[in-house]
Every structure is written in structure tokens, then in C-alpha cells.
């Protein structure tokens, strides 16, 4: 297993804006000796998985192309989602949901409700409302980039009452933590908790919520932040992203 785990960490150890590396830039990304480091990627050079270019620079090779290719076209992240989402409903009891963002609205794609649970908070795929109050808002507003940010942030603003400035300090601190919360912000008597879903992209276009009625959420918070973190960082490794666990 830690043989498997050394191999996808090298993998992994590429981006988008490092396409190519050393052997010692590999060993500090793995956090491993270079002579092992030198083992691992031999054996994947050997393999036909890592390519050395002229100036003894590492990238990956064309054969993952071909499996990025055997992959599902139509797997989205409903699919991908629906039994982390299950589950996360049946340890909390409460609904779950994944939000996106369409123009200036959030938009429920999909929910899941248990039975077990009065006062359910219901929320329907295909509903839409404003990027203003509630969780699920302020996750997908505190991952935007400033270019997609700054149109919206004066509206934001002046229908939550709050300063600009003060709304861009409580989005720095979701981005630190890796979740946010709402008490009664988009509905008296009801609290959400939402987490980051990152894409292969490394960039976050979705979220994972849980709601329900206040008195339960604040009962069992600390609880649900963290299982609502987990479910997150469950998807988003499935989903391609980064699947570590922010601080806070």
C-alpha cells in the first residue's frame, strides 16, 4: 500500500503550472530521500509513465492521455457525488445538497432528504436564488476569482448590510477553514453548513451543504463541519481535485 501511495504521490506531484520537474523537485514534493525518489521514478520512466526530457527534466507521458480518455464521458458530478451525499444525509440526518453557480444566482443540481428527521429543510434541484445570505453563497463567492467577484460584491453588500470590506474578511476566513456557516441568514429557523468540492482544475465550482433547522445544526456543529469537510474532500479527490482537509 505506502508502495501505491509513493507511486500516486509522484503523480500527483504535477500540475497545470508545473508540467515538468527535477528529481529533486519530485523528492521535495513526496517528501522522500532523492535515491528513493530516483527508485520510484526509474521504475515509472521504465514503465512508460514518466517521460526524461533533454535537460533531465521529468513529465508524464502520453499514456495518460489514453487512460483520461477511458474514463466516462458522461460521469459528472451528480454521479460522482450521489452516494458521498447519501451517506453524509444518513450520518446527519438532515439534507444535503450540491450548489453551483449560474451568472449571479446559486443553484441546487441535486438533494438528498432522509425520513428520519422532522422539519426537514427540502430543497429542490433546479432551485435558484440571489448570491447573498446562506452557506452555500458565501463557499462558491469565497473561491471566485476577484475578476468574477468584484461585479457582484457592491449588490452583495448592501442586501446583507455589511460593508465591503467585511464581507471580503469573513470569505478570506472560509478559504482558510474550508467551510462556511449560516445561522437564519436566507431563512428564519434554518442553518446550513457548506464545504469546497475542487475540480482537476484546482478550482472550486461547487459545494457540498448540509441543512436543517437550527436548533439541530448548532446542537451537533462541530460535528457536522467536520463530516460536511470530509464529504468534500471525499468528492473532490473522486472529481479530480484536491481531496486534503483544510485547517480550521
Known sequence: MRSVQRI?????SFT????????QEIADRIELPKSTAFRIVRSLEQSGYLVRLADQRYCLSFRFTRLAGLVKSTLDIREIARPVMTDLAEKTKETVAIHTVVGRNRVCIDAVATSAS????????GEQMPLQGGSASKTLM???????LSPILPSVARVTKRTQSDLLAELATIRQCGYAISHGERLLGLSAISAPIWDINEQVRYCITVNGPSVRIQMHE??????AKQAAAEISLQFGGKGELAAG
Open 16 to 23: 497545470a503550472t508545473k508540467t515538468s520537474l527535477t528529481l
Open 118 to 125: 422532522p422539519l426537514r429543510s427540502v430543497i429542490q434541484p
Open 222 to 227: 462541530k460535528e457536522f463541519i467536520k463530516l
Open 8 to 12: 500516486l504521490a509522484v503523480f500527483e
Open 142 to 148: 469565497a473561491f471566485m476569482t476577484k475578476s468574477e
